[in-house]
């Protein structure tokens, strides 16, 4: 298969992509200075980065209409190399591309993870196709994943930092807890009005309708708003 070389990426996606002129080589650094000329996405997504023969090529940043970014390797006008796709709900998945598919990942991308030491290299192998970070910080792992089993019933947030003195235990991940409206479900990624079968993130932005099957779920295991 082709070999795909892992690129260093800025932590700060502000600083990470700059404007790069179609006469940057790829590889290369990318200077402010250099503005690139994109073209007009008939789909409303964005490309700002290094280009060659018109297409995506070297470091870039991708922006999809939903609000999700790419920001890694290019190659050919497809990811190719190290890359992050940044979710709207403060998600994130990792990978090695190759040719538009993720194809691989470095272990090295769960270090800090307090779950980590409990991976097996055999469950790691399985889920080197990529990583994916909740919001929180929280690795996901297909295989043998530790996290909230019937060992270990522990927020993610109180496996980083420890439990909290009896009488003081925690309802949920978020400390304090958010405030559920009257009558809705705290679903995780949202609120979810059972009355219109409509999830809203937490600021209040449409996500989705839910179907029968997750309208039950959420009933049955998640938090509801109630008077005091």
């Known amino acids: 298969s082709t070999s795909v070389r892992k690129q260093p990426i800025d932590k700060d996606l502000s600083k990470t992509i700059v404007m790069a002129s179609a006469r ?15 073209p007009v996405h008939l789909t409303d997504s964005a490309y700002a980065g ?8 070297g470091v870039g940043r991708y922006t999809f209409a939903s609000g999700s970014t ?3 390797g290019m190659r050919d006008g497809v990811f190719h190399g190290h890359g ?3 979710l709207p709900n403060g998600g994130k998945f990792e990978a090695m591309w190759e040719n538009g598919k993720a194809v691989g990942l470095d272990e090295e991308s769960f270090e800090g993870d307090p779950y980590a030491e409990e991976f097996s290299s055999e469950a790691l192998q399985r889920n080197m196709g990529g990583s994916y970070t909740f919001a929180d910080g929280l690795h996901y792992c297909e295989q ?19 439990l909290k003195p009896a009488g003081r235990s925690q ?3 978020a400390d304090p807890p958010r405030n559920v409206p009257l009558g809705q479900y705290d679903c ?4 979810y009005d059972p009355e219109r079968r409509v999830v809203l993130d937490y600021s209040g932005r ?12 959420i009933v049955r295991t998640c938090r509801k708003g109630v008077t005091d």
């Not at 790829?26 to 000329?37: A, F, H, I």
């Not at 290094?50 to 090529?57: A, F, L, P, S």
């Not at 449409?206 to 779920?217: G, I, S, V, Y």
């Open 50 to 57: 290094q280009v060659k023969d018109d297409r995506m090529e």
């Open 84 to 86: 992050i796709l940044h």
């Open 206 to 217: 449409f996500l989705r309708n839910a179907d029968t099957d997750e309208h039950d779920w």
């Open 188 to 191: 995780g990624d949202g609120f």
């Open 24 to 38: 940057s080589r790829p590889g290369s650094k990318l200077e402010p200075d250099e503005p690139l000329k994109c």
């Open 171 to 173: 309802l949920t991940d």
């Open 144 to 162: 043998e994943w530790p996290y909230c089993d019937g060992f270990d019933r522990r927020f993610y947030s109180e496996a980083c930092h420890g």
């Open 70 to 72: 790419y920001v890694g």
